[in-house]
């Protein structure tokens, strides 16, 4: 392949992949950066009772990680339709 | 007993799967890599059982019992990493066909001298890494066999080590998947029996919450304190909620006696009736030093008000430190020989449940110190050599990216209950924070049932587990090390012309070597928390490989100056900063640095990884006429799905 054409394939190719990474992204840093501040700012919700656990024990402790799978498993099921997109438009 | 035999069950069972194992791995690629065939499922079994290490399985549940809420944050961490490595290198680094880092590194940018630059790392952050494990084997030993710490770390890591000199590592990967699930039964199972009997989560977390200002009640039993090898944890602070009796069951010496917590320069305070020794002649003051102390001396330690300069009022009390190992009891003056003591060197509730208590708020700066741990942790995953070595032995990029998403999902499952554990062990087992032992709740927390035989079986369990996680943890780091050796060192530098079987050989060496300096090592780190220095080792990573596979991975205009400059600056600035660390807290190097610089120095990610990644950028950018020539070619390699048949295996078999 020449070298323009595996410039111009891969910039595609990588733009598409790295807008998914980056969304994916966006929602777990907002929530890591969220969660202490609203410790810290918004301490009486932090502290709100749920079931044994304040809200925050619930979230960090509990939730976090099915979170974590939720956009796992949004990432990958992107990554492969995008991969699947992208063999698509170059065996044509 | 009953404890003994299921940690030798999981040894030698370990042990005859490997040889086993090792019968059925040939060519030199399976001794490395263990072939490229190894499924989803199994892979992310082996992913899992590799990583969850002795401070995942002890250590964090240890410092959730001791810290509270803020500890919180290092299972989270650990497994929200996988997210990072999921969503920016598993896919590209598994396309690109090397196999370790070194490769990565040397493969992306034609450069062998920057493969060694980014060797010496794996060297780097696998020996901190293996320092918790080691600790790990000592500690369970010393705790279910009363084995010195040095005879624990000795017998298990001769074990591991040997196991890998012979086996390498296709024995590994049906060993470390088997360890996965080993470690999530030892884990679960007994922890909803202990729950049974002692009360649920929910309830054990409500009960805690009750008393903002409440401590946990401890017996009146014995305590063995640590002495000052192992300090900071030879220290027996004494509870601000009430006053307590210390009784001397041995000789001791008191290195210092000192005011907790330490007061500021214009507080003020009266401590002069705070101690005294009932019914002895022993002069002993607040302030005292090297102060002997001897058996059967009974010691009367009462809280005092601290005023402030801005005129707040707060309670603080004494911290004993102890010379020598020492054996004393803790009990309240309302009932002399039956406890009702408040525990010692523990939180108050409010304190323990609540965010920004003592772990991150110890030098003041709790905000900074939480976002400091989040990105070493989150970032640092992808930093582990022993991990991504893993990621080559999936088929595809996209099946790399399914393993991920199934260790998310394993890891998830195993760390739900480090808190429970943690959270148990404040409940029903306080005096663990008096003797500074918490590591052990999950070991010792079964035999608080009140039934003696559930309790031994379930102990058992858990040890059989610890025993899991630091022998997959111990033996993963070694191949990578060793491997690193054999490939990087003797195969590219000392002897290029070596053949196969020379480096099989190099790597036997290198395994029983490394094995050997990382039980030194373990020898050294008794006092330091079990999950403390693997945040460090993550925080290293965090600032070396993190940024190097990110940029590598997504930016075309990365040169090798730039990459390595960044990893190195950033890498070895993090390690200089945490080794200073320790040194301080051990008392072999006394400097005097304010809270903010010694916040920075205890949690360096925060500064670490975007200095990494600046000078990654900024080096880059003055040398951007070295960018590789084939780099288009280089990104297609990396991104493009296998069907269109860009990638390449970089190892030639």
């Given amino acids: 392949m020449d070298q323009q054409k595996a410039s111009e394939l891969s910039r595609r190719m990588m733009k598409k992949q790295l807008r998914l990474s980056l969304s994916v992204a966006a929602v777990f840093v907002v929530i890591l950066v969220g969660l202490p501040l609203v410790n810290l700012y918004l301490p009486d919700l932090a502290k709100a009772r749920v079931g044994g656990f304040t809200l925050t024990w619930l979230i960090l402790g509990v939730l976090f990680f099915p979170l974590t799978w939720i956009l796992s498993s949004w990432f990958v099921k992107g990554t492969e339709r995008i991969d699947a997109e992208i063999v698509a438009e170059e065996s044509k | 007993m009953i404890e003994l035999a299921f940690v030798l069950f999981i040894i030698a069972s370990t042990v005859l799967l490997g040889v086993w194992a090792t019968n059925k791995s040939q060519s030199v690629s399976d001794f490395f890599v263990a072939g490229r065939s190894v499924n ?9 059982g590799e990583y969850l290490s002795a401070a995942s399985f002890m250590g964090v549940a240890g410092l959730i019992m001791k810290n509270g809420y803020d500890a919180l944050w290092y299972p989270v961490g650990y497994a929200a ?31 062998p001298a920057f493969r060694k630059i980014a060797v010496s790392f794996v060297l780097f952050i696998g020996f901190f890494y293996t320092m918790p494990q080691m600790k790990g084997a000592g500690t369970v030993m010393q705790g279910i066999m009363g084995w010195p710490y040095w005879l624990g770390i000795i017998i298990v890591g001769s074990v591991i080590t040997f196991n890998v000199a012979l086996g390498g590592m296709k024995g590994i990967t049906i060993v470390q998947a088997m360890q996965y699930w080993v470690k999530v039964f030892a884990i679960s199972v007994p922890c909803f029996v202990v729950m049974s009997f002692l009360g649920s989560y929910n309830e054990t977390l409500a009960k805690a919450l009750e008393a903002p200002k409440g401590v946990p009640i401890i017996p009146g039993s014995v305590i063995s304190m640590k002495g000052k090898a192992g300090a900071p944890n030879n220290a027996l602070a004494l509870s601000t909620a009430g ?12 290195t210092s006696i000192s005011v907790n917590p330490k007061p500021k320069k214009e507080d003020t305070f009266d401590a002069s009736g ?69 525990a010692p060197n523990s939180p108050t509730n409010e304190k323990w449940a609540a965010p920004f208590g003592p772990l991150t708020s110890k030098n003041g700066y709790p905000i900074l110190y939480t976002y400091s741990l989040i990105i070493a942790l989150v970032c640092g995953t992808a930093g582990l050599p022993h991990i991504l070595v893993r990621f080559y032995t999936n088929p595809d990029g996209k099946s790399a990216k399914r393993t991920t998403l199934w260790v998310m999902v394993m890891l998830g499952a195993f760390y739900v209950f480090t808190p429970m554990w943690g959270s148990l062990g404040r409940t029903a087992m306080p005096i663990l924070y008096a003797s500074n032992s918490t590591d052990m709740a999950i070991i010792k927390l079964p035999t608080m049932l009140g039934n003696e035989t559930i309790g031994h079986i379930l102990a058992g369990i858990t040890s059989a587990g610890a025993f899991a996680a630091f022998m997959s ?27 196969s079987d020379q480096r099989k050989t190099a790597f036997k060496f290198a395994a029983v070597g490394i094995g050997a300096i990382s039980m030194l090592l373990g020898l050294l780190v008794e006092s330091f928390d079990i999950a403390m220095m693997v945040g460090w080792a993550f925080a290293i990573g965090a600032a ?39 040194l301080i807290d051990k008392k072999y190097v006394t400097l005097e640095v304010s809270p903010l610089v010694r916040s920075l120095m205890e949690q360096p990610a925060i500064w670490g990884v975007p200095l990494s990644i600046a000078l990654m950028v900024g080096v880059s950018k003055m040398t951007a006429k070295q960018v590789p020539h084939d780099v288009d070619t280089m990104m297609l390699r990396l991104h493009a799905p296998e069907e269109l048949g860009h990638s390449k295996d970089y190892i030639e078999h």
Avoid: C
């Fill in chain 2, 81 to 111: 990493g996988y997210l990072f490595l999921l969503l920016f290198i598993a896919g590209p680094l598994r396309r690109f066909g090397a196999y370790t880092i070194p490769d990565f590194a040397e493969g992306r940018f034609h450069s």
């Fill in chain 2, 40 to 48: 989803v499922f199994w892979n992310a079994s082996a992913i899992s």
């Fill in chain 2, 473 to 499: 943890t111990f033996s993963g780091l070694l191949v990578s090390m060793s491997g690193a050796f054999a490939h990087d060192i003797y195969g590219k530098i000392i002897k290029p012309d070596s053949s």
């Fill in chain 2, 544 to 582: 070396s490989y993190f940024p190097l596979l990110l940029l590598g991975s997504w930016w075309r205009g990365l040169t090798a100056k730039g990459a390595a400059t960044g990893m190195l600056v950033g890498g070895m600035a993090s390690l200089v900063a945490i080794v200073t660390t320790m």
């Fill in chain 2, 243 to 254: 006053e307590s009796l210390v009784k001397f069951e041995s000789d001791a010496v008191l």
């Fill in chain 2, 274 to 342: 705070a101690i005294l020794a009932i019914g002895s002649s022993l002069e002993v003051s607040s302030k005292s030093k090297g102060l002997t102390v001897p058996k059967d001396t009974l010691i009367r330690v009462m809280p005092f008000e601290v005023i402030s300069a801005e005129g707040k009022k707060s309670k603080a009390s004494l911290k004993l430190e102890f010379d020598q190992p020492s054996k004393i009891r803790v009990t309240a003056p309302r009932s002399q020989n039956d406890g009702d003591a408040f």
